[in-house]
C-alpha cells in the first residue's frame, strides 16, 4: 500500500495539471524507495517500475494501458469461462486472498535490490528512450521544456553551466 504522503504528491501533481505518467511517477518512486530500502526485493527495474503503476493505478491514477493490454483484455474475456472455474478449484483447495499476498511478498523479499540501483534504472531508461522514435523523443523533450517554465529553464540552464564546467576542469 502506498504512503499517504506519495498520494498527496500525485495528487498535487494532478491539481497542477500535470500528465498521468508524472502522478505515477510519484508512486514508481515511492516502490523504488522501498526496494533500495529493503523492503523487498525485484527481479529487475521493469518489475520495479510496473509495481508503482500497479499501485498508481489502484490509487485512482488514469494511466493510460500497455498497448498490448487491449489485445490482452480480449484475450482474457474469451477465457473468463476458465478463470472462473480455476478459482471455484482454488476455493476447494483452501487457497485464500492472504496466502496468495503473502507468497507473493516472500517472492519480492527473496529477489535482489541491486535491480533499482541508479546505473540499472539508467540502463532501463536508456533502452526504453531507444526503442521510442527521435520525433517522439524530441516532442517530449519540447514539451518538458515547455511546462518546465522561465524559471526552471534558467535553473537548467545554470546547472548544466556549471556540469560543463566542472567536466573540463576534469580533463
Same mark, same amino acid.
Given at each position: 500500500?502506498?504512503?499517504?504522503?506519495?498520494?498527496?504528491?500525485?495528487?498535487?501533481?494532478?491539481?497542477?495539471?500535470?500528465?498521468?505518467?508524472?502522478? @505515477?511517477?510519484?508512486?514508481?518512486?515511492?516502490?523504488?524507495?522501498?526496494?533500495?530500502?529493503?523492503?523487498?526485493? !525485484?527481479?529487475?527495474?521493469?518489475?520495479?517500475?510496473?509495481?508503482?503503476?500497479?499501485?498508481?493505478?489502484?490509487?485512482?491514477?488514469?494511466?493510460?494501458?500497455?498497448?498490448?493490454?487491449?489485445?490482452?483484455?480480449? @484475450?482474457?474475456?474469451?477465457?473468463?469461462?476458465?478463470?472462473?472455474?480455476?478459482?471455484?478449484?482454488?476455493?476447494?483447495?483452501?487457497?485464500?486472498?492472504?496466502?496468495?499476498?503473502?507468497?507473493?511478498?516472500?517472492?519480492?523479499?527473496?529477489?535482489?535490490?541491486?535491480?533499482?540501483?541508479?546505473?540499472?534504472?539508467?540502463?532501463?531508461?536508456?533502452?526504453?528512450?531507444?526503442?521510442?522514435?527521435?520525433?517522439?523523443?524530441?516532442?517530449?523533450?519540447?514539451?518538458?521544456?515547455?511546462?518546465?517554465?522561465? !524559471?526552471?529553464?534558467?535553473?537548467?540552464?545554470?546547472?548544466?553551466?556549471?556540469?560543463?564546467?566542472?567536466?573540463?576542469?576534469?580533463?
Amino acid at each position: 500500500m502506498p504512503a499517504k504522503k506519495t498520494t498527496a504528491r500525485a495528487r498535487q501533481d494532478k491539481r497542477e495539471g500535470k500528465s498521468a505518467s508524472t502522478q @505515477a511517477g510519484e508512486f514508481v518512486h515511492d516502490e523504488i524507495k522501498r526496494i533500495r530500502h529493503g523492503k523487498h526485493g !525485484a527481479r529487475s527495474a521493469k518489475q520495479a517500475i510496473a509495481i508503482g503503476l500497479s499501485e498508481a493505478r489502484r490509487a485512482g491514477v488514469k494511466v493510460p494501458a500497455k498497448k498490448s493490454a487491449a489485445k490482452k483484455s480480449a @484475450a482474457k474475456k474469451a477465457s473468463s469461462k476458465k478463470t472462473t472455474a480455476h478459482r471455484a478449484a482454488a476455493k476447494k483447495s483452501g487457497e485464500s486472498k492472504t496466502t496468495r499476498a503473502r507468497a507473493a511478498t516472500k517472492a519480492l523479499k527473496r529477489e535482489s535490490t541491486k535491480t533499482v540501483s541508479h546505473s540499472a534504472l539508467s540502463k532501463q531508461a536508456k533502452g526504453s528512450a531507444h526503442k521510442r522514435t527521435a520525433t517522439s523523443r524530441s516532442a517530449s523533450a519540447k514539451k518538458a521544456a515547455h511546462t518546465k517554465g522561465a !524559471a526552471g529553464r534558467s535553473a537548467a540552464a545554470k546547472k548544466a553551466a556549471r556540469t560543463r564546467a566542472t567536466r573540463a576542469k576534469a580533463r
